[in-house]
DNA sequence: GCCGTTTTCGGCCCGACTGTTTTCAGTCG
């Protein structure tokens, strides 16, 4: 069977060797590529399934799209997007990578000076060929050559992990807003909608003052390696390890606009945008308005620009158009939870663990201080070799959470242990000690180079244990260092919802594990539940549930289906039944 | 290529910045 996202991904290639057919990535053929490409991927039942009759009817996919993909489902290619990988081999696609060169450059190359690829590029620069095209000339030539050595040949499509760039864009922030007049300055973009991985960063500065300021502030930074561009509302700079920061400068009234522009998606936009027109409105970074009087509709906040087009303001994480227009209209988005709604941390090491680094008690006073209602504390089994703790260890902790619980007679402590999910899909311990924890979390750290059978049964065999409470970061992925297990979801999934075994949604910024998608899908699946943990190795980390809230927007998960947000009775009764399972 | 209470043609989202141009095309987001 050929999976949504296979069918998606061919026709996300068929886009994007359209926009070189066509000269334009906002070609209407290649944009209705893409239209249907999103849609396909975010369908909930199998498109291979689907007759042509079937497939017309998303959103997004007509007779020719339809017949493509039932060409794809029974050949297992599409003829037309076969021509079009002969027309443009990889190696001249390549070009097109290179910041700065778009599509009718790429072409103009090929055609003009027979480039073929970035190597060919390269030569031709050093040779000053370039230069003596028609509409090109010695600046655009060296504009191209710095590209490449600045940014690589990946160019536009380096994308830098989350962490990373949360922490770059914070700095610059915090240096923007130190300008006089500025009243804010935040990220927005890909990091605003919480994906993993940023390509740039973009940030708005809210000023009362002059915002020719701002940019001269911002591209004299000490980060700043290249400025790509500097205007009076706009500049753009490159900074440390590659990444390019964008920096848009409004006025306090045109915020709400603004932001929802510079937030995106992209296709969101395009989705407001022609609710907009239908109105007799457009909408651009500066206002909703009147075409024609340019009576300004809204634009002060979010929400005002959302309420004039009848929606209820749509959290950034879920705007990618991937439902959430159709869903919001409806008013059937998910009531998503907050912070303050979560009661309880359910995955926190002290110092028994190896790579933990809080004592004991000093763990509970910060779990207590952030007023939960109850904690597991969950060191390391055995079986991770360097980090794990012996029995005996764990049986000392035990006995010292019990003399420390009268303490805290608002926090209800329970004593459990992250274990390790074996290559066979066993545990830590035998079952009369396990039986002794009052909570479990299994994780896969280790035998990452499994089959995607194995790795299904051992995840599977895991949930099904009576001591297993919650799987811990599923997929064991670190986003742009390692990828994440390859799991049969579906079948994983089902036997959650039938053990009660919840999924975790982990906090730390370098997993966001289950991935958003994988959250989406669980969703799907009724009776799943989840458990949003921040699998804290310091106090401080404790505060990253505000990245684990942002992850279960971005994955659609409803409150009412995060254990961790429930009363205590409740959420105990969860605990007792998954643990007197047989 | 898609779509339709403007329904089978004629539309389709919007703007800043750059470089090479005398009015705009290309790139980018």
Redesign the pocket.
Known sequence: MTSNSEIAHHLYELARLATLAE????A??V???E??ARSVDGASEPVSEMTEAEL?A?????????SKIRELVETGSIA?LEELRAQFPPGFVSL?R?????????VRLRDELGIKDVDDLRAAIERHDL?DL????????D?IRAAIELLGVG??ENRTPIIEAIRVARDVCEAIERVPGVESAEPM?SLRRFRDTI??I?IIAVSTGDPEAVMRRFVELPIVRD??????????IVGAMGI?I?LRVVEPVQFGSAAVY?T?S?AH??RL??M???RGW?????ALSE?GTGRVVASQTEADVYAALGLPWIPPEIREDDGEIEAALAGELPIFASERDLKGDLHVHTDLSGDGHVPLGEMIEALAARGYRYAAITDHGENLTINGAPREQLMSQRKAIARLRPRFPDLTILHGCELNIGRDGSIDYDAEFLAGFDFGVASVHSHFGLSIDEQTARVISAMRNPAVNVIGHLTGRRIGKRPGIDLNLDAVLEVAADTGCAIEINCHLDRLDAPSEVLRRAMEHGGVVFAISTDSHRVSELANTANGIRLARRGWIDRSRVVNTWPRKRFLNWVAKKRSAA
């Open positions: 000269g334009s990535s906002n209407f053929r944009r209705a590529y239209t249907a017309t998303l959103r997004g996919v007509g007779k020719s799209t339809a037309r097109t290179v910041p700065g060169v778009g599509p009718k450059t790429a230069r028609p509409g090109m000339g010695e600046k655009t030539e504009n160019g536009k973009g390509g740039d973009d400025i790509v561009g500097y205007g009076a509302r706009k500049s753009a390019q964008d510079f995106g992209k936009n395009i945008r022609q907009a027109l239908d457009t909408l651009n970074e500066y075409i």
